[in-house]
């Protein structure tokens, strides 16, 4: 039996324009490694943390990677316990789901060394108990493509005093790649949280769901069109651009270039686009570093395929 | 070449809980024939005006049923006119659809008597314009599924100063049947309109989003517990179910009855419910009939195939 594993979960865009804390879709840019050993010590106690983040609560139970483990822990009565390693690969407040990805990280790799391994509606559970110590509530348009892969809608409901997701995949369309440009700056996910008005006009209401049902229909109907028609998000995205220098050229390149859609990623202050082909979606990449350039931002960037975007999983 | 053609037009149900101005589907229950004749006088003229309904405006720009083919005559300077009978067999302000159903059967009455026949988008978008003259606005939620047929996903979008509806036609799950019951009660789309407030909570917008994609992903994917699941509407329905005495029985009732879901039709006051498989179907419309009589409602009400559901057709 395995005694130490290391867990890999991706980063992961949320939101996707269209489907604030419901839609997501995994990256195959960065990640976070988790690595968890069984100690016959019960409860859960951080060791390493490596990586482009290292400012991380060393308190288990506040820890985005930590959390989940000790309500499993709790909730199983394990009688023994984790050191836990964590090798962060996602930058702080960047908005690609760093935190989703270390909870679910965490999960993956404990899992690999339990007596009896989870379900993995557990998982996605106890990912969400650690991700939200860093977002402040729960929502799992995250943690589900970290967890899964590829597209997800994936939505929350409390049942029995633990929160459980509701995942559904949806069907990439072939040929989709992904442009994610991340400036260097930080923005918590609270501050973006914060700036988001209590209440939206029914109107708005009303065209963003007509975006979202064209957006889910494109993807089974593999109609590039109809997506590009629907990928507009009038909700969030108008509140949360000015905390992005250049957002607005930022997109207005991305589209001008080719792009299918464009809006931020998560809570920010990364951007996405989605492209048809690897050589338009290139392009496209150029011309959004050029506007975050123009704004006085460096930026790091990547491309993809969300057709084989990856999902989390035991690496040793 | 046809002088003279009568087209029928079928009822349909709009918003379907989670769409409100976006989702509908017709149903095999009543629908309103149109009979259009060329006439050597240009102009629109009312003739008669049979069945459910009689009372209905006398101007042709004011009337569902010739609205669209006023605007029409106009765009197309037509030489020759229009005379128009109408036979309605959709009751008034019953949240079937009857006014889309008049204004769709006109267009595609009249299509067949034009010398070079319009495209579908024109159809639609002159349906919408005769529609718009009950409604006081554009969407297509019945128009869309009254013209097409079927379950469909419309929005309403302003090109070159006229209405376009962008229509997507979604996959019925097989063996799925539509109860439809119409307690004997008025309910103008106007009032219904009116009581809905201008915004809604950003946590309901999140809720009702979940549900939408949850019931699209549902229907590709066949899936009748995610179907179940998704099926609620948290936006519009709570507003308007005090209009329509016995709503919460008769929902509770056919829920209880094994139904898939049950929610407003339109604007009220008649109520849909989905059901997997004719006779259960059979069992919700009898426990949904015996809920209006316990609020002194007597009511009429329509058991049809989800997969059958008809489209606008010439029928002599």
Redesign the interface.
Known sequence: MKTRATAMAPASVANVAV?????GFSVAAAGDEVTVERTSKPGVEIGDVTGVVTQVPKDSAKNTATAGLVRLAHDLDLKFGFRVSIKKGIPLGSGMGGSAASAVAAIVAANAVLDKPLTEADMLSYSLIGEAQASGSYHADNVAPSFKGGLT?A?VRSIDDRPRV?L?S?PAIPETYTVLVHPQLILETKTARGV????????S??E???N???F??AC??QDFD?LK?SFADV?IEPQRAHLIPGFHDVKDSAMKAGSLGCSISGAGPSVFAWVRGRELAEAVEKAMIGAFARAGLESKSWVSSLTDAPAAKVIA
């Open positions: 489907g604030f804390d419901l839609l809608i939505r509701e559904v949806l988001l008005k209590a209440d939206i006009h029914l109107k209401h009303v963003q769901a007509a979202l049902a064209g889910i229909a089974y109907r109809l028609r909700v």
